[in-house]
């Protein structure tokens, strides 16, 4: 069974958390460019969180679903409706065979994910189903998604444990909707000492505004130019990670993204710490951007909150859930169940099938139950 694409938007790729060990190949990670996003649609479906789902760009997909299955959307924040009703993003949602999911532009943000029960079954390249475009390789056929292409998923999982306590709270690490300048921690790169003083405070203290220009391989921001001690940027080319900061001779900022290339002769600045790359990847055009030094050792200690959380979010979702839809899910069940049953005629099975009968099941809450 699969789920049928109608309409791509512009970019729609399939993507994991990336494929490591082959950049001595001249091969980047590639994977989700906001992580964070990507894992905690995973979570919200009882996924691993490396499991394979759908990354869109601006403008979401419109998908139908030839099979039942369960999904949730995270990342930029979108209008999505399933047959037309609205779609809470950040929540696991049941979805029947022949229902068709609609997800409109990014409002706030760049980049979506929609993460299926099961996960995306496409053959692993290298280990890995992320998709690189400019490499045809990986997710499916090695390119973006086109209308009528189908995609298998992982079995046809139509429930899962605890369904309506796979929620996440508003998320508010995006600041989506928050004037005013996002700061980005950054770990300073192995060029530092080839920019002069000014150069260095002008990165640290000056506002950049983000471009709309930036895609999968780079950044962009423009901003004052930041000078180099001998007024070049050329250096020996050495290794580019996901978040290296880059300033070519032009003195504007170049932030290497998921598809980067893997090596370089510009100078680097600056790394940015890995927490904090979704914060980036998200802002769009115009938006304002200011970085902050810290070690490494701090960003690795944010790296560790960070799993930490995603440990906590994880439990918390298998703890038992009685809000109110949890209840008015065994209502409705239960409403399908005495509609396929023939109504007694006499006795005591008539005398209940009365009492139930002027209940709206679809709307039962807890209190419901109990009064009948």
């Known amino acids: 069974m699969s ?19 082959n950049t ?4 980047a990670h590639s994977g989700a460019m906001d992580r964070r996003a990507a894992t905690i649609a995973n979570i919200l479906v009882d996924n691993q969180e490396n499991a394979a789902l759908l990354e869109y760009t601006k403008l979401g997909p419109a998908i139908r679903f030839n099979q039942n299955a369960v999904f949730a959307i995270t990342g930029a924040r979108s209008q999505a409706t399933l047959d037309g009703e609205p779609v809470q993003g950040y929540r696991a949602v049941r979805a029947r065979a022949g229902q ?24 692993l390249v290298l280990g890995s189903a992320s998709t690189h475009v400019a490499a045809h390789i990986g997710g499916f056929n090695g390119r973006a ?5 189908e995609l298998e998923l992982k079995g046809e999982i139509s429930d899962i444990p605890n369904l309506y306590g796979h929620f996440m709270e508003r998320d508010n690490y995006y600041n989506f909707g928050t004037p005013g300048v996002t700061f980005i921690r950054v770990v300073p790169g192995p060029h530092e000492h080839l920019f002069d003083a000014a150069g260095v405070q002008a990165f640290y203290n000056k506002v950049f505004v983000a471009t709309g ?3 999968r391989t780079s950044y962009y921001l423009n901003g004052q130019g930041i000078a180099t001690k001998g007024d070049t940027s050329d250096v020996l080319s050495d290794g580019v990670a ?3 900061i880059q300033v070519p001779s032009r003195g504007r900022p170049i932030i290497a993204m998921a598809d980067r290339h893997t090596t370089s002769g510009v100078t680097k600045i600056g790394t940015l710490a ?17 970085f902050r030094r810290i070690s490494v050792y701090e960003a690795q200690d944010l790296l560790r909150q960070q799993r930490a959380f995603m440990d906590k979010l ?9 809000g109110e839809e949890a209840t008015r899910e065994p209502a409705r069940r239960i409403a399908e169940l005495l509609t396929e049953q023939p109504v007694p005629k006499e006795g005591k099975s008539k005398m209940l099938a009365s009492m139930f009968r002027n209940v709206d099941w679809a709307q039962a809450t807890q209190g419901d139950l109990f009064r009948h």
């Open 274 to 290: 890995s927490v904090d790359l979704p914060l980036l990847v998200q802002r769009q055009a115009n938006d304002l951007i200011r």
């Open 242 to 244: 996901f978040g290296s």
């Open 145 to 149: 998604l086109a209308e009528g292409d």
């Open 24 to 27: 001595v190949w001249g091969l």
């Open 314 to 322: 994880r439990r918390g979702m298998r703890r038992p859930y009685l």
């Open 213 to 215: 220009k930036s895609d």
């Open 100 to 123: 068709t999911l609609s997800i409109g532009y990014c409002q706030q943000g760049l980049y979506g994910y929609i993460a299926f029960a099961g996960g995306v079954d496409v053959p």
């Open 3 to 21: 789920i049928s694409i109608l309409n791509p938007g512009p970019s729609t790729t399939v993507q994991d958390l990336g494929r490591f060990g």
